[in-house]
């Protein structure tokens, strides 16, 4: 049996406890849609982000990818630091490199100055044959290391230093015969002539500077040097009849002929000389001369 005052209170509720709850609840709502809107924007915040590191992996793992083919790919050449065209270039245009230029430039000038600075030293200090053994020898190694053209220079450069040095005359005294002497051996040894060919025609560039020696001092001096030649080849020529028990007047194409004889074996004995010394020294700079022949071989012990 039920009371009733419990039943009047239940179909009369309080007002004041109705509108606590509503209170109660408001809050609730409120606060449950804060907290939606927040993780929201939480969402919202952290989109852009993840959206950015998903693209600058997918761009690494595209250059990845695109550099990796090149990395792999052994037919891919890389041009060297400091270049500034193509190794290919100079090729493909037909044009042969040039990279010891300035080394050639550098010895081709010592080597020329070296040439002068011995014939200077002969001219006012004379050794005898000593230093004239030298005398083509610098130019001749400017044409085994370097070339025709650079033995060239080597020779106009060592005449040109002379002639600052001791005048023009002098100076073409230097060059011929030794200037050219120097190319020409220069030359034969380069294409391993012969010491045979190579002293022959060395003893005809030779003899060639010597005539021409006497007719530029003689049109320099004023007077004919070959007949003071002459007198001494025939002081001794007539020695030689007396010795030999000839009472014969040696003639004067015979005492020309005897003048011209002895030029020309001087200069061959000269170039033979002159084979011997680069034979010794140009093989101990890395820049060897054609082997001479056995008899030398033998003479010498030499093995080369």
């Given at each position: 049996m039920s009371d009733p005052f419990d039943d009047a209170q239940a179909s009369h509720p309080d007002p004041s406890q109705e509108s606590k709850n509503?209170?109660?609840?408001?809050?609730?709502?409120?606060?449950?849609?804060?907290?939606?809107?927040?993780?929201?924007?939480?969402?919202?915040?952290?989109?852009?982000?993840?959206?950015?590191?998903?693209?600058?992996?997918?761009?690494?793992?595209?250059?990845?990818?695109?550099?990796?083919?090149?990395?792999?790919?052994?037919?891919?050449?890389?041009?060297?630091?400091?270049?500034?065209?193509?190794?290919?270039?100079?090729?493909?245009?037909?044009?042969?490199?040039?990279?010891?230029?300035?080394?050639?430039?550098?010895?081709t000038a010592f080597l020329a100055s070296t040439a002068s600075l011995i014939w200077l030293i002969n001219y006012y200090f004379p050794l005898g044959p000593l230093l004239r053994m030298f005398f083509p020898v610098p130019i001749a190694l400017v044409y085994l290391r370097w070339g025709n053209r650079a033995s060239w220079m080597a020779a106009l450069v060592s005449g040109l230093l002379l002639s600052v040095l001791m005048g023009p005359t002098r100076s073409i005294l230097f060059f011929i015969p030794y200037g050219l002497m120097g190319v020409q051996l220069g030359a034969l040894w380069k294409r391993q002539s012969s010491w045979v060919f190579?002293?022959?025609?060395?003893?005809?560039?030779?003899?060639?500077?010597?005539?021409?020696?006497?007719?530029?001092?003689?049109?320099?001096?004023?007077?004919?040097?070959?007949?003071?030649?002459?007198?001494?080849?025939?002081?001794?020529?007539?020695?030689?009849?007396?010795?030999?028990?000839?009472l014969a007047q040696p003639s004067l194409p015979l005492i020309e002929a005897i003048a011209v004889l002895m030029i020309v074996i001087n200069n061959a004995v000269y170039l033979f000389v002159v084979h011997l010394v680069a034979l010794l020294m140009l093989d101990r700079l890395g820049n060897p001369i054609p082997r001479p022949p056995n008899w030398v071989q033998v003479l010498l012990d030499y093995d080369g």
């Open positions: 509503q209170s109660l609840k408001s809050e609730a709502e409120s606060l449950s849609g804060s907290a939606d809107a927040g993780g929201v924007a939480g969402q919202d915040a952290m989109l852009p982000a993840t959206n950015s590191d998903t693209g600058n992996f997918s761009q690494s793992s595209t250059e990845e990818t695109s550099v990796s083919p090149e990395e792999n790919d052994p037919t891919v050449t890389e041009p060297l630091e400091g270049t500034t065209s193509s190794p290919g270039y100079a090729q493909g245009e037909g044009l042969p490199p040039k990279p010891k230029a300035p080394l050639a430039m550098v010895e190579s002293i022959f025609t060395g003893t005809l560039l030779g003899t060639f500077g010597f005539f021409f020696r006497f007719w530029l001092l003689s049109i320099l001096l004023g007077e004919d040097l070959w007949l003071y030649v002459m007198n001494q080849i025939t002081e001794l020529t007539e020695l030689a009849f007396v010795k030999l028990g000839l």
